[in-house]
Structure formats: C-alpha cells, structure tokens
C-alpha cells in the first residue's frame, strides 16, 4: 500500500471519529504525503456514510489549513450515475448483488435507487479515487463509526474488488487508533469471519 492510499484511510478513520483536533493533525500529515485533491475526494465521499454534518466539518477543517477553494462543481448527470451505479455495486458486492438490491427494496424502494445512483454512481463512481481506495477508506470510516453490517458488507467488497487482506488490515489499524478495545476485538473477529469465507 502506499502513503498516500495510507493518510486517505487515516483522514477518513478521523472524520468518523468526530475529533476535530485528531483531524487537524491528520490533514497536517496527510499533506506531506498524500495529493491534495484526492484527500478532498475522501472528504467529499464521508458524507455518504457519515453525513453532511462530518463533512461539511471536515472541509471546513481542510480549507482552513490549505486556504485553497474548488472552484468548479461536477455537472450532475441522474442517467449516467445509474449506470455507473449498476457497475459500481455490482463490482463491490459481487454475487451478492441481486439480493442487497432485494433487500433493500423491501425497506424501501426509494432507498434502493438512492443507494445505487447517489451512494454508487454519483459518489463511489466518481474519478479521483480508485475503487479499492474508496472501499478500504469506507472500512476504516465504518470500523470507527462501529456499522458491523455494514462494515461486514464494505470488508468484503473491498477484496471483491481488488483489495489484499493486508489492506485491509491497514484500514482497520487505522480506525482502531480511534476505537476501544473492545470494539476492535469486535471488528477483528469480524474480519477472520470475512477472510476464512472468502477463502472458501
């Protein structure tokens, strides 16, 4: 793994964790390492499973240390994030796909075609970061947030779609600098379920 996919999982663990002195430092380290605009695609992403409010509180934090403004918002396009919806969710849950959608259509089916076009095709289809990159930052925000299913879900897209074990890991040492232990017991007998499954 590299340093800079290493300070974006750590940037994303830190938004989860709600510390905005950790996140200080956190950007301050990141951007030795880490290219500045993926670090705002990491940002921009949390508000997915972290919300608006973590967010906008993150790049507020992050304009203030850089004092660099985007100048130019990406044009919104509903047709093309469905597609791009479709491929995306398909990659990360893999043959379980069919049955996410299933299940989330019995909760409700506005949120199945918000979680393919918003969650999928207009945010974690975005450019910017890889797939697997997107992913291990999700774990690490999810881990410290303690969503274990959906946690569960997001280790496993992770490998399926390219992910190593030891990235994984990487993420889940991040989010445990911001978690007890006995969460962190939790999520890593989590990730052993995760593993022996996907070896079979």
């Known amino acids: ?3 800079n996919d290493r300070a974006l999982i750590r940037v994303s663990a830190a938004l989860a964790s709600h510390d905005e002195e950790a996140l200080v430092e956190i950007f ?6 880490a290219d500045s605009q993926q670090i705002e695609e990491a940002i921009l992403q949390s508000y997915l499973f972290l919300g608006f409010p973590v967010a906008l ?5 992050w304009r203030r240390q850089t004092e660099s403004h985007f100048k130019q918002s990406t044009p919104l ?3 093309g994030w469905a597609a791009r919806g479709h491929d995306v969710c398909r990659a990360v849950y893999a043959g379980k796909y069919d049955k996410l959608r299933e299940h989330v259509r019995t909760l409700h089916p506005d ?4 979680i393919v076009v918003e969650g999928y095709g207009k945010v974690l289809g975005r450019p910017g970061l890889t797939l697997v990159t997107r ?5 690490a925000s999810l881990a410290v947030l303690g969503a274990s299913k959906q946690l569960y879900s997001h280790m496993r897209g992770a490998l399926n779609v390219g992910a190593r074990s030891s990235d994984v890991d990487v993420a889940l040492a991040e989010a445990e600098v911001f978690g007890d232990v006995k969460d962190c ?15 079979t």
């Open 1 to 3: 793994m590299t340093e």
């Open 28 to 33: 301050c380290e990141a951007r030795q390492v």
């Open 57 to 61: 509180a993150g790049m507020a934090v």
């Open 77 to 79: 396009d509903c047709e």
């Open 111 to 114: 949120l199945e075609l918000w």
């Open 135 to 139: 992913e291990l930052c999700i774990v």
């Open 185 to 199: 017991l939790e999520v890593r007998n989590m990730w052993e379920k995760v593993k022996t499954r996907n070896e």
